[in-house]
């Protein structure tokens, strides 16, 4: 119905570039099957420009019950060169699942690493993926999990939840609002706040009509213990002015703890600008267009003799964390660095997962690694 690919064809691995199985056809003419190990990687040598780690559940699922083994960086870790997965196995078991497993991998890890700098722009706010609407509704789960990794609070959309088992987030659109005509706001709140569960925040839309500030007045008046303006580029202005007229007018009126909330086309730059006067952010589109990270899979040893294309690097290598940061990139069987701390661990072990998956974790992981190597100390990172 829809231009969706399935799952089982992503499973079945039908979900390749044709020449993977013309190479399927050539070696099996051949009666050939090499063992191989294959890696994964964006940049051969640590590049100081630190990106994060994120799809690494989706690929665990595809490799399960294949006769591979793998290993593979935490997701929540940043990278800056080597390998972030290693695959062993018999070539012919996982060569025609390479495009599904780079794309499992490269956008969710560029969108995790925009989302780190804006989470990264204001630690403390309460941040929501309102992304989902800027992509395919087929990846609106990836989107928003994406997110997660790199500490977001929350996200907009349903069926994202599902899958997560988290709830979504979300109040109310100017849909609402204008479905009951100007000068009619408070019909609009009213409605939303008899018969939306008691569960959800009451947060009321103040920008739809009248100046924000007077609807947000309004709404206060209501009851409504936050407000969300989400005024159109075109109307903005100077929106950390308003925002700030928006604070003082409630506090004047003694709505002191009402909260402020923001969104439309939120930056890290406009987070790092209105932190101070604003009580969370709605970020969408700044995850959605971050730039999928151009990683490439290849053999880097065959049946046990290190080999590889021009161009990339021999050999089964290893990364370690280094304690000032730094990310070190070194065959496998050699002395790793003084105080190094590995960073590739087990995925798959004869086709089973032996890795556990935990968003919460990623992002801790997520928080503490951008500390460590200075990522997000520049705007223009």
Request: aromatic fraction near 6%; glycine fraction near 10%; hydrophobic fraction near 45%.
């Amino acid at each position: 119905m829809f231009d969706i690919v399935p799952e089982s064809a992503i499973d079945e691995g039908r979900a390749t570039d044709a020449y993977f199985l013309r190479t399927e056809e050539a070696l099996a003419h051949a009666g050939k099957n090499p063992r191989v190990v294959v890696e994964v990687t964006a940049d051969q040598f640590p590049t100081g420009e630190f990106e994060l780690l994120a799809g690494v559940a989706d690929v665990a699922r595809l490799l399960e019950g294949r006769n591979v083994d793998a290993d593979a960086i935490p997701e929540g870790t940043l990278f800056d060169g080597g390998p972030v997965m290693r695959i062993e196995g018999p070539y012919l078991e996982f060569a025609r699942l390479e495009t599904s497993i780079l794309g499992f991998l490269s956008h969710p890890s560029g969108m995790a690493t925009a989302a780190l700098r804006a989470r990264l722009a204001a630690p403390e706010t309460s941040l929501l993926s309102f992304g989902a609407r800027h992509v395919h509704p087929s990846i609106a789960g990836t989107v928003d999990r994406s997110a997660l990794v790199a500490g977001f609070d929350g996200f907009s959309h349903v069926a994202a939840g599902d899958l997560m088992g988290r709830a979504a987030s979300g109040t109310m659109p100017h849909a609402l609002m204008i479905c009951f005509g100007p000068g009619n706001q408070e019909d609009a709140w009213r409605a939303f706040d008899e018969a939306v569960d008691a569960d959800v925040p009451r947060i009321a839309l103040c920008d739809t009509y009248d100046d924000e500030v007077n609807e947000a007045i309004r709404a206060a008046e209501l009851g409504f213990d936050s407000v969300r303006l989400d005024t159109t580029g075109s109307r903005r202005g100077d929106f950390r002015h308003i925002i700030r007229e928006t604070r003082w007018k409630l506090d004047m009126a003694g709505h002191e703890d009402v909260d402020i909330f923001v969104s439309g086309g939120i930056t890290p730059a406009a987070i790092d600008e209105l932190a101070d006067v604003v009580d969370g952010f709605g970020v969408g589109s700044y995850i959605t267009n971050g730039d999928p990270i151009d990683f490439a899979l290849d053999i880097v040893e065959l049946e046990g003799e290190p080999t590889a294309k021009r161009g990339k690097l021999s050999g089964v290598k290893s990364v370690y964390r280094t304690p000032d940061g730094g990310h070190h990139v070194e065959l496998a069987d050699a002395e790793a660095p003084a105080e190094g701390t590995p960073l590739l661990e087990p995925l798959v072990r004869d086709g089973e997962v032996v890795a556990e998956f935990d968003i919460d974790a990623a992002a801790e992981r997520a928080m503490a690694e951008a500390e460590l190597v200075g990522f997000g100390e520049s705007m223009s990172e």
